[in-house]
């Protein structure tokens, strides 16, 4: 039997997904999937530098905010159409990536941790008390990207692009000699610097497309939930998010973060009908069950079926 | 003489930050294992603060060492039952467990106590004691004092009992200390339940001069990072200099140029110390 083209589910995936709102027209559903391409966005890109690098940054949510606050803020004082705002907290997030990167990256460990947790945090506190600007701790109303009617298929759509250049960067970085720099820094740094590779460039490079995409994702999220304030677009809470869709999914793979995406959104969802205040536990209690009992995540559970079903993979196919 | 009022308060409200950051620096120096669940500990004992006065009538200041050893018997439960997995695992996998034992932490704390803002009453902590011109809160002369002779007591036991003989020698030497009969894994499990009824008990002493609610602990985990890189990764004196150093910073930003921008001045000292002077500012290195 000939076997499929191994891009089959990829054109599956993507056309089911973008053909939904012609067959969907429940709100609730398209909002529910929305909120996981947006996510699956912010793990894909948390990914390329925490997965494939191995850098565990959990200040991702300032690009996020910067995404969010440049659409929001210079629509609003310039008079911009947003989408120039889009792309100007796009241009902002890589600038900050560069000066933040530069920074964090000569750290190592929980130190770098820390030092992103930090940068994030500052620029949380500077937003929240620049109250002529920013409209301080109470937040402000963020545009709309898109006209009614049809608000919910059109933020779909909007956000898919997102998700397929997202995806498609992931699968370059993926297979690329990039992306095997980016794994050789995460296994020992030392030793890649030893065969060649240039830790504090490749770190940055990965930084870059990673915070370009956040806040992408930051600008449309605040649009469609048409609010930004440092409580809802910079907090500590996102970021840990970032790394737990890509983490839950399967850290360093391209499927990873949209498998942890949907995982996450819907247990946290069908908890959310219970009990209010629940995300947090889920959240917490899905994080201590990937460290202690899958940390190759979710997408492990499918890879050792394959690798089963084939025999032999490819050497070093395992984690 | 505001400067003196913004150093003395700087010092008392760095006398709680000293005892904090100990657990904190006794944990990593140990267990080189980051607490991101320090703060989440910390709240959980203001809320035994909080019911322990509202329901049965204890005083904070009474019966905080009840639940410090409330917290040490949580802790020691959750180092066998998770902590225990990650120890020698690369560091990435051991924040993303402390981070999660933190969130499942506040998560309960909002299902169980609600997301309201607690606060207690106590005559005692209200009182206002003046010398000369500078005013003082009696609460936070009260938890500054018990928090300091906590943080000297904890030094004494770790240089002069037996107990504290074996934590030193783990921090020095994981793979060696067993080698001389020390049992790693119980020192470890002690460890950490020292290192969270250090903040449980912080906790239960902030209360009567501040508020509680399921988020209280977040700041005081970046705190207590700041402060255990200033005073030198791991070193408990190092941390309660620390302590002392970071409080008399705040209180001074807040004095000379704006009470919300304390934070920023944290984090930028924090960034500081980490790039030019990673061993800390009273390490020896």
């Known amino acids: ?319 | 003489m505001q400067w003196l009022q913004a150093f003395l308060n700087g010092l008392l409200v760095g006398g709680v930050y000293a005892l904090i950051a100990s657990g904190m620096a006794l944990i990593f120096g140990v267990m080189r294992l980051v607490n991101f669940a320090h703060g989440a500990f910390l709240m959980l004992g203001t809320y035994l603060s909080f019911y322990g006065w509202t329901l049965l009538g204890l005083n904070p200041y009474l019966a905080f060492p009840l639940w410090g050893a409330v917290l040490f018997a949580v802790a020691v439960g959750t180092y066998w039952l998770l902590v225990r997995r990650v120890m020698g695992a690369n560091d990435f996998l051991q924040i993303l467990l402390t981070e999660g034992i933190s969130l499942a932490l506040i998560g309960l704390a909002q299902l169980v106590f609600g997301a309201d803002y607690r606060q207690i009453n106590l005559p005692i902590a209200n009182r206002i004691t003046s010398l000369g011109p500078l005013h003082f809160s009696v609460g936070y002369i009260l938890s500054f004092a018990v928090s300091l002779a906590l943080v000297i007591a904890l030094q004494q036991f770790l240089s002069r009992t037996e107990m504290g003989r074996a934590i030193r020698a783990v921090a020095q030497n994981r793979t060696v200390a067993p080698l001389m009969g020390i049992r790693v894994e119980r020192v470890s499990a002690i460890t950490f339940g020292l290192g969270i009824a250090c903040a449980g008990v912080a906790g239960a002493l902030l209360l009567p001069v501040f508020w509680t609610n399921p988020t209280v602990g977040g700041p005081y985990t970046l705190k207590s990072f700041v402060i255990v890189v200033l005073g030198g990764m791991g070193s408990v004196q190092g941390a309660a200099l620390g302590g002392l150093l970071l409080g008399v910073a705040e209180q001074f930003t807040a004095y000379t140029w704006a009470d919300r921008y304390a934070e920023v001045v944290n984090f930028v000292i924090f960034l500081a110390v980490l790039l030019f002077r990673p061993q800390g500012l009273f390490g020896g290195k």
């Open chain 1, 1 to 319: 039997m000939r076997r499929l083209p191994s891009w089959w589910p990829t054109v599956l995936f993507f056309a089911a997904v973008t053909s939904m709102p012609l067959w969907m027209h429940d709100g609730y559903v398209l909002q529910l999937v929305f909120r996981v391409i947006v996510f699956a966005v912010l793990g894909i890109a948390w990914n390329f530098v925490g997965g494939y690098a191995g850098q565990l940054s959990l200040g991702h949510v300032a690009y996020f905010g910067i995404g969010a606050y440049a659409m929001t803020l210079s629509t609003e004082r310039i008079g911009w159409s947003p989408w120039f705002g889009v792309v100007l907290g796009a241009v902002l997030a890589a600038v900050m990536a560069l000066l933040i990167g530069g920074v964090t990256f000569r750290l190592r460990g929980p130190y770098f941790t820390l030092s992103t947790i930090a940068a994030a945090e500052i620029i949380r506190v500077l937003v929240q008390n620049q109250d002529e600007l920013t409209h301080g701790a109470v937040g402000t109303n963020a545009p709309l990207l898109f006209q009614a009617p049809d608000l919910d298929a059109k933020f779909f759509y909007g956000a898919m692009p997102l998700l397929g250049g997202a995806f498609a960067l992931a699968s370059w970085i993926h297979g690329s000699r990039f992306g095997y720099r980016l794994r050789a820094i995460r296994e020992n740094e030392n030793t890649a610097m030893a065969v060649g590779v240039n830790p504090a460039v490749d770190k940055l490079l990965a930084l870059l497309p990673s915070a370009m995409v956040t806040a992408l994702a930051g600008s449309i999220y605040a649009s469609y939930f048409s609010f930004v304030g440092p409580d809802t677009v910079l907090t500590l809470e996102i970021s840990v998010q970032a790394a737990l869709i890509a983490m839950l999914g399967g850290a360093a793979t391209v499927w990873g973060p949209i498998l942890g995406s949907i995982v996450l959104t819907l247990t946290a969802e069908i908890f959310k009908t219970y009990f209010e205040h629940t995300h947090l536990v889920v959240y917490g209690l899905l994080l201590i069950v990937v460290v202690i009992f899958l940390p190759g995540g979710v997408i492990s559970l499918f890879q050792r079926r394959w690798k089963f079903r084939r025999e032999a993979g490819p050497i070093g196919a395992q984690q």
